[in-house]
């Protein structure tokens, strides 16, 4: 059997023997989808890039990490989830001490007002978005952010669709909760 034909689990195994093909196999196989999801993540493609490649590479460096109990896809999915939101929060952490540092001087601006509720909301979402489990999350990304169908999802997730649909039932009443609070601000 080639490697084209062999599960990401029996690759993950291989490449835990140090089988740089089967290496190869899974980049090939999921660098693109990671990057769209880490794209949910970041506003910038290359951001996502340089996140999943760094996800590829602690594969390289310690494969052995890898649980082979569970479905591989949702492990890879859940460690490039986990570097994102890491990137984020460091991200988020450096704004922050900007922000701090540097006032606008015209706040009367038209512009800035805008600038000011974009802002305000992105914010707002984000904070919904932390709040939600990794499984909420994950439910978000990948079908919001990736479009994939509800069928897709329950496969990479190793869940039933009807878990993922009352999940995302559940994530758009707790979005629309948390805009409609931000509509009615002055």
């Known amino acids: 059997m080639n490697n084209t034909q062999r599960t990401d ?17 899974l980049y090939d196989r999921y660098f693109d989808k990671l990057v769209w999801f880490a794209r949910g993540f970041m506003d910038d493609l ?8 760094e996800v590829f590479i602690k594969i390289i460096k310690r494969p052995e990490l890898f649980d082979t109990d569970k479905k591989f896809s949702t492990w890879i999915y859940t460690v490039t989830g986990n570097v994102c939101r890491n990137a984020l929060r460091d991200e988020q952490n450096r704004h922050r001490l900007m922000e701090e540092q540097i006032r606008p001087v015209h706040e009367n601006s038209t512009v800035i007002h805008h600038q000011a509720d974009y802002h305000l909301l992105k914010e707002r979402i984000k904070k919904v978005l932390e709040t939600l489990s990794n499984k909420e999350r994950n439910i978000y990304l990948l079908r919001f ?12 997730m190793d869940i039933p669709e009807g878990s993922v649909k009352s999940g995302i039932y559940y994530l758009l009443k707790k979005f629309s909760n948390h805009l409609k609070e931000f509509m009615h601000e002055n």
């Open 9 to 25: 689990e029996e690759l993950m195994a291989q490449v835990v023997q140090g089988d740089r093909m089967a290496f190869e196999m």
């Open 145 to 156: 952010e990736q479009e994939l169908s509800i069928r897709e999802i329950a496969e990479i």
């Open 46 to 53: 290359q951001k996502a890039e340089d996140l999943v490649q």
